[in-house]
C-alpha cells in the first residue's frame, strides 16, 4: 500500500469505527481458523475520488451527445435560485445514494438492518453505508452500483427524453458522486479467483472491501 493510503488506514478512528475494527478482526481471526486467506481489495479515498472524475466521465460524456442529439438547440441557462435548488437536492440525494446502498446489502445481508450502518468521514467529506457481514460477490456489486443506476442513469436518460437539462445536469454530478463504488467494483472484477468459497466483507473503515478464500 502507498504511504497516502496507509495514513487513510491510520487515520483517527470513530467510536463506531472503532467497534466495526474489533468486529471485523474476530471475524477474520474466525475464518483464517478455517483456512480462508485474505485478500485486500481496498483503495484510498483520495484516489477513489480522482478515478471518480475518469470513470464518471465518459458516461457524462454519452448522455451529453445523446441530449443535444435528441434535442436539438436545447440548452439552459440558470439564475440563483437553479444552483441554490441544485445543491440543495444534490445534497439530499447524496444522502439518498447512502439509503440505497443500505437497503440493497440490508435485503441480502443475514442480519437484515442490524448489519448495516450508515457514517461520515469528516477529514474528506464523504458519507458512507458499510454492511458488516459477508456478502457474495453479486450481492456487493448490485449494492454497490444500484444507488448510481436509480439516481444517476435512469435520470439522465429522462432526461434526454424530456429535454431537462436540469435533470440531465444534476444526474450527471450524481453519475460522478458514485465514481467511487464503480471503482471499488472494478477492483473486486479484476480480482480472480481459483477458489471456490469465497465471501466478501466490506473493510471496518477504509473504502472497498476484503475477500476471504478458501480453496
Not at 50 to 75: D, T, Y
Not at 112 to 120: I, L, M, Y
Request: aromatic residues 14%; contains cysteine; neutral net charge.
Amino acid at each position: 500500500m502507498n504511504t497516502r493510503g496507509q495514513k487513510e488506514k491510520e487515520r483517527k478512528l470513530s467510536k463506531a469505527e472503532q467497534k466495526r475494527k474489533i468486529q471485523f478482526e474476530q471475524m477474520k481471526e474466525q475464518l483464517e481458523a478455517q483456512g480462508y486467506v485474505e485478500y485486500d481489495l481496498t483503495v484510498g479515498l483520495v484516489y477513489a475520488n480522482i478515478m471518480a472524475v475518469i470513470l464518471g466521465m465518459p458516461i457524462s460524456i454519452i448522455f451529453l451527445f445523446a441530449f443535444f442529439w435528441h434535442n436539438p438547440g436545447s440548452g439552459g441557462s440558470a439564475d440563483i435560485a437553479d444552483f441554490v435548488l441544485f445543491f440543495v437536492l444534490f445534497f439530499i440525494l447524496i444522502c439518498v445514494h447512502e439509503l440505497i446502498h443500505g437497503i440493497v446489502w440490508a435485503i441480502f445481508a443475514p442480519s437484515r438492518w442490524k448489519a448495516v450502518e450508515f457514517g461520515f468521514i469528516k477529514e474528506y467529506l464523504t458519507p458512507y453505508c458499510t454492511c458488516s457481514e459477508p456478502l457474495q460477490r453479486r450481492q456487493y456489486i448490485i449494492g454497490a452500483l444500484m444507488p448510481t443506476v436509480v439516481l444517476g442513469v435512469l435520470p439522465a436518460v429522462g432526461a434526454v427524453v424530456t429535454g431537462s437539462y436540469f435533470l440531465l445536469i444534476l444526474s450527471i454530478a450524481l453519475i460522478f458522486g458514485g465514481g467511487g463504488d464503480m471503482i471499488i467494483v472494478w477492483k473486486l472484477l479484476r480480482h480472480r479467483s481459483a477458489a471456490q468459497d469465497v465471501v466478501y466483507i466490506d473493510h471496518p473503515y477504509a473504502a472497498g472491501i476484503v475477500a476471504f478464500e478458501r480453496i
